[in-house]
């Protein structure tokens, strides 16, 4: 059975940096992701370049990062005065790692996840981009199994 919309496809793959090679993320082999396909909730280049394939074809390709996650929105970086993490009028300074990711929340209560990059006196640079945003990613892998979704009248 070949990967068309409507199918679901159990895959496994390596995620590397196109232009760096390092592995960004290892699907696990003892319990890989399923996939369905043609309901817009995969990125429409991997969708194509898995559609057609069947159990034990390999793939190899890229996405590039304007049609992944995006390029870096700079407006998606910037500075919070520390005061926004006081707790109780108090500020722990070792509360603030580069590096370190938050979870916060905007003006309409949508949450988002920020990465500390600069920490300074009075502020933290914070970038909420996705981690992922400005790669070209590489896609190394392998369809395990294709199979049909199931539905009350397929029982």
Do not use: C, W
Not at 34 to 43: A, K, P
Not at 131 to 151: I, S
Request: charge should be negative; charged fraction near 30%.
């Amino acid at each position: 059975m070949k990967i068309e919309n409507g199918k679901l496809a159990k895959v496994i793959y390596k995620l590397y940096d196109a232009k760096d090679g390092s592995l960004l993320e290892e699907t696990p082999v003892e319990n890989p992701p399923v996939f369905r396909f043609g309901i817009g909730h995969l990125f429409p280049d991997f969708e194509k370049n898995l559609t057609g394939l069947s159990e034990g074809d390999k793939f190899d390709f890229v996405i590039k990062a304007e049609n992944a996650y995006g390029p870096v929105d700079t407006y998606a970086i910037f500075d919070i005065p520390k005061e926004t993490f006081a707790i109780d009028g108090k500020i722990d300074e070792e509360f603030f790692q580069p590096g370190k990711k938050v979870r916060m929340h905007d003006n309409n209560g949508n949450p988002h996840i920020g990465k500390m990059i600069k920490i300074m006196d009075e502020s933290v640079t914070m970038d909420f981009n996705h981690p992922l945003a400005g790669k070209d990613l590489r896609y190394v892998g392998e369809v395990l199994e294709v199979f049909e979704v199931e539905t009350d009248k397929n029982k």
